[in-house]
């Protein structure tokens, strides 16, 4: 071997201490290479000040250049991991990993910084983050690749090393190798090394390590680029993510293997690509609101605040782990011994996810009821949630190695979050603890003696199986009246069918009314919901029928040309049924225009669901209306958007300036918009100085200003936050972000940051 590859006496030995600060030493016999290491710890202590996100910091460099050596303490704690030592976990873990990975990718490539050494070792985890550390390149030091990629080359080095080395690195590897090369010409090659071979060989290994996620990486030898790029076409995901991503996958992590110009619009691009499937990921939940009923909530505070412990235990399933715990308390008060072993087996069951000890084997999972395993799920998605919110976790962040576990659960536990989500409200036993009522159905044709003889009869039976109270035949004489000769009457357009009176709460007025309904309205859809809702606010009053609306009941009083009270909708479109409920509107019979009553009206939607509660409530409105359509100063609640809209509308939709919020803020992440302020047109928001609020566990006010087109956000949005200082509120800006939309959907490219 020539006398310029001889090894010289330039070897770093490190020594690495645990410590509250992590502190690294770095010795070596060498002044040109204590002068070169003492240069890239303060190159690493400037990117750390300025790149916080991306580099780890160094808070103090000591030096001893009797001993040559530098002693340098970085700005982490022993909790610090290098990238090689996580383990890859859950499907949403591994995106957030080479999530963080594409970030550093294009960092390297937006701030023009060569790294020279990169490799798993030389990353860090550290705070939800990914941190480079080890910095290497300094122009004119070729001998950094001898000491990195020739010197040092034991068996550990290599394994840690040769997976992430550029082809023209491993071709001189191998070269020196085999001997096929006198040593002049290798050191030739170090010292023509340029910077586009120093990035290519960064972006190499950053792409190596993307790969790494998805597959172990058995073959750690010196590999050719060809040979990574059979791996990657030969890897499959399918069983974690969908064909579609996996695609977007591999044709990612090929891009960044064979070098080509940085284009800061296409890493955007896929940069928000990885971002929705990291949203898409793990994001199956029990559906809790469509399969239990939500009622119930009701009946366990009742239960609680009277301390009453006498209940069908199934209730239990709609207490919170808090609530059995108060119950607990109470039950053990009144020695209510079957009570309390059952409270003590839901608080077993919800150990299993609190010390991550549930078995997931098919044999134990299927020794669950569909109801415990039901509570189980719902609970795991909580415990997940208050995580996230407890370590305040950002868009940019990557989940904690605690959180890692329940992700890791959940996911074995997918193919039962869809069988659960599959079954029906009916069949959980949780939804049916009062036993159902016999209902009795009838069917009046035509109203005479011989109707009411049946009519009387029915009652009779039902009144003795119900309260045992006495049959009262003139009760059906005087609440009774119906038109004989609806069809004498067919000049008319709005017929009266039924008269109801101020005692018409009672049973067999409810029975009389409903029969006249089912006898009248051929509609079933229609008949179902009045028969559900036959308790109206209305008291006393007429049902009318109008022949031209053969689906739509009038309950109210008409008045020469005016009607007012209630109207019921029936409409049906693609198979979807739906019920338009009006209350306390008023009619102009000449022009058929539904109105509202001094702002006081109401409409409530719901279409017809195959559940045992068979309609489920999808908008309620209150304010003015116009033509049936909400039009004026109004409010209302969208429950399929989670959404509260308030302020003028026009024709149905929201106009001019108004707000809109979310109901419910529980399964949101901290930082997500809830609340959005400004001017509306057909509904969306279109306009200037828009606000969009951001949600904040510290009760800090946090919004985005900034432009809306069609409903997205559009252009420059600057985000503000109200602090108080020194007992008063004062406003500061925190950062601007750039948006814009693409395939339909809108990105934020963030720009600036104090």
């Not at 189980?376 to 370590?391: F, G, R, T």
């Not at 536990?413 to 049916?432: D, V």
């Not at 009779?460 to 035949?473: H, I, L």
Request: hydrophobic content about 35%; aromatic content about 12%; proline content about 1%.
């Amino acid at each position: 071997m020539s006398k310029s590859l001889k090894r010289q006496p330039s070897k770093i030995s490190v020594i690495i201490k645990s410590k509250e600060q992590f502190e690294k030493k770095f010795i070596t016999e060498s002044y040109l290479v204590y002068n070169s290491l003492k240069y890239f710890c303060q190159q690493q202590k400037e990117y750390g000040e300025k790149y916080s996100n991306y580099v780890l910091g160094i808070q103090t460099i000591s030096e001893n250049k009797n001993t040559k050596t530098l002693t340098v303490t970085y700005a982490c704690d022993k909790s610090a991991t290098p990238l090689s030592k996580i383990k890859y976990s859950s499907p949403k873990h591994k995106i957030q990993i080479f999530k963080h990975l594409y970030l550093i990718y294009g960092f390297l490539n937006k701030q023009k910084i060569l790294h020279r050494n990169l490799k798993p070792n030389n990353i860090i985890f550290y705070n939800q983050q990914l941190l480079l550390t080890d910095f290497g390149y300094m122009l004119g030091d070729w001998w950094i690749d001898k000491i990195n990629f020739i010197d040092e080359n034991d068996d550990i080095r290599n394994n840690n090393m040769y997976p992430y080395v550029f082809p023209d690195i491993a071709d001189l590897i191998i070269a020196i190798q085999c001997q096929t090369e006198v040593g002049g010409r290798k050191r030739d090659f170090l010292i023509g090394r340029d910077k586009l071979s120093v990035k290519k060989q960064d972006q190499f290994a950053i792409a190596i390590m993307m790969l790494e996620v998805f597959i172990t990486m058995y073959n750690r030898k010196l590999t050719t680029a060809n040979e990574r790029l059979k791996q990657i076409n030969e890897m499959t995901l399918s069983d974690e993510f969908s064909i579609e991503v996996e695609k977007f996958i591999k044709e990612t992590i090929i891009g960044i293997l064979y070098y080509k110009d940085f284009d800061e619009t296409e890493f955007e691009k896929k940069l928000q690509m990885i971002i929705e499937i990291e949203q898409q990921t793990e994001n199956y939940k029990i559906n809790k609101q469509e399969l239990m009923t939500q009622e119930y909530d009701d009946l366990v505070k009742q239960v609680l605040e009277n301390k009453d412990t006498q209940f069908n235990l199934k209730l239990l399933y709609h207490f919170s782990k808090t609530d059995l715990f108060d119950c607990l308390s109470i039950a053990k008060n009144q020695e209510n011994k079957e009570l309390i072993e059952e409270i003590r087996r839901f608080q077993l069951l919800y150990s299993y996810i609190d010390d991550l000890s549930l078995d997931t084997t098919e044999e134990h999972i299927n020794q669950l009821t569909n109801e415990d395993l039901f509570i189980l799920l719902v609970y795991l998605d909580k415990k997940i949630q208050n995580l996230q919110i407890s370590q305040n976790q950002q868009p940019f962040q990557i989940m904690s190695e605690y959180e890692q576990r329940y992700h890791n659960l959940k996911h074995s536990l997918k193919n039962e979050y869809q069988r659960l989500n599959n079954l029906k409200k009916n069949q959980f036993a949780f939804n049916e603890i009062f036993e159902k009522k016999q209902e009795i159905q009838f069917s009046i044709i035509s109203i005479d003696d011989e109707a009411f003889g049946e009519i009387q009869e029915e009652v009779v039976n039902r009144n003795s199986v119900v309260n045992n109270s006495q049959f009262n035949t003139d009760v059906i004489q005087h609440d009774y009246a119906i038109y004989q000769s609806i069809e004498q009457q067919q000049d008319q357009d709005f017929i009266p069918i039924y008269q109801i009176y101020d005692q018409s709460n009672d049973y067999t007025s409810q029975l009389k009314l409903l029969e006249a309904v089912k006898s009248i309205f051929n509609n079933y859809t229609l008949q179902i919901y009045f028969e559900i809702n036959k308790s109206l606010l209305l008291k006393k009053g007429w049902i009318y029928k109008h022949k031209d609306h053969p689906n739509v009941i009038y309950l109210g009083e008409k008045r020469d040309n005016v009607f007012e009270g209630e109207v019921i909708q029936f409409e049906e479109e693609q198979s979807i049924k739906r019920i338009s409920h009006y209350v306390h509107v008023q009619i102009q019979l000449s022009v058929w225009n539904i109105q509202d009553i001094e702002k006081e009206s109401s409409i409530f939607y719901y279409i017809e669901k195959s559940t045992p509660e068979k309609f489920q409530k999808v908008r309620e409105y209150s304010g003015q209306i116009k033509n049936g359509k909400n039009d004026g100063e109004g409010k209302e609640k969208d429950f399929i958007e989670n959404m509260i809209y308030i302020g003028q509308w026009r024709d149905g939709q929201m106009v001019n300036q108004g707000i809109k919020y979310l109901m419910n803020t529980d399964l949101i992440l901290e930082n997500t918009p809830y609340k959005w302020e400004g001017n509306f047109e057909k509904h969306k928001l279109h306009g200037q100085s828009i606000k969009t609020y951001l949600l904040n566990y510290d009760n800090k006010e946090i919004w985005l200003e900034g432009s809306y087109k069609d409903g997205q956000k559009s252009g420059f949005h600057v985000c503000y936050i109200k602090r108080e200082i020194n007992y008063q509120v004062q406003t500061f800006r925190l950062y601007r972000s750039l948006f814009f939309v693409f395939l339909n959907k809108e990105r934020e490219f963030k720009l600036t940051c104090n």
